[in-house]
């Protein structure tokens, strides 16, 4: 079981990604804008931080470049509607562990995250 902080402005995303992480007994924090995704992100130190571009103040790509400037070892995973190759470029750039289209699949979405906090402790050790 892993803490995951779902950041998207649209409460239907968080609802879907949210019942998928509950059937896969994930607890989860919620954030709907960049300033609550950076509080949440302080209070918590999730495992894994599942993140919309397309939030407001500031938005995905500015959460991807201030975790990097701080060097944070917390996987992130962007879940977006974008699919522009450059957007998925500059996530990666920054520092995104993977990049998901909405919907994301279930099956997909978990395995990352799976895969990630795995990976994430098993650089602590």
Do not use: W
């Not at 992480?21 to 950076?38: F, M, S």
């Not at 939030?55 to 991807?64: A, T």
């Not at 993977?98 to 997909?108: R, T, V, W």
């Amino acid at each position: 079981m892993a803490l995951i902080l779902i950041v998207d402005d649209a409460l239907i995303s968080r609802t879907v990604i949210r019942k998928i992480l509950k059937a896969n007994a994930h607890q989860t924090v919620e954030a709907t804008n960049g300033t609550e995704a950076l509080e949440m992100i302080h209070l918590h130190q999730p495992d894994c931080i599942l993140l919309d571009l397309l939030i407001p103040d500031p938005n995905g790509l500015e959460i991807l470049k201030i975790l990097q400037k701080q060097k944070s070892t917390i996987p992130v995973i962007v879940i977006t509607a974008d699919t522009q190759e450059t957007a998925r470029q500059k996530c990666l750039n920054f520092g995104a562990k993977a990049i998901l289209y909405k919907p994301p699949k279930p099956e997909k979405l978990t395995t990352l995250i799976d895969q990630n906090i795995l990976e994430k402790k098993e650089t602590i050790l």
